[in-house]
């Protein structure tokens, strides 16, 4: 069973960073996508940055884009979310979830992934 555990949300001020990261546990697989993911109450779970498992594709949402920067390792099996300039609409819980499946065209889509973390709060304010 794939585990996801996600780390480095927290508080911060409009204009600050946060660095997101996620390491994925148990097995393995020979392709894969790795996306991160935000959530508000009441509000469907949002696309925001993607990353392909050879490292050659990676897709930010345009809303976070020039401000939000995914990278992945798939040696440590690990991505994270660099998020500069935030703003108070980026206040959310953050998810980090793993599709096996890896086709190009479900990288955005959120029922595409097999495997979520728990979460991690983000909270900027203004």
């Known amino acids: 069973q794939v585990q996801l555990v996600e780390s480095g949300g927290g508080m911060v001020q409009a204009g600050g960073s946060l660095r997101l990261s996620c390491t994925a546990s148990g097995p393995s697989f020979n392709r894969y996508h790795m996306g991160w993911f935000r959530q508000v109450p009441g509000k469907e779970r949002e696309f925001v940055a993607g990353?392909?498992?050879?490292?050659?594709?990676?897709y930010v949402a345009d809303s976070v884009k020039g401000r939000f920067t995914i990278s992945g390792d798939n040696a440590k099996k690990t991505v994270t979310l660099q998020m500069n300039s935030l703003k108070p609409e980026d206040t959310a819980v953050y998810f980090c979830?793993?599709?096996?499946?890896?086709?190009?065209?479900?990288?955005?889509?959120?029922?595409?992934?097999?495997?979520w973390g728990q979460g991690t709060q983000v909270t900027v304010s203004s």
């Open positions: 990353f392909r498992w050879n490292g050659g594709y990676t």
């Open positions: 979830a793993m599709d096996p499946g890896a086709i190009l065209s479900s990288l955005r889509v959120p029922g595409a992934y097999d495997y």
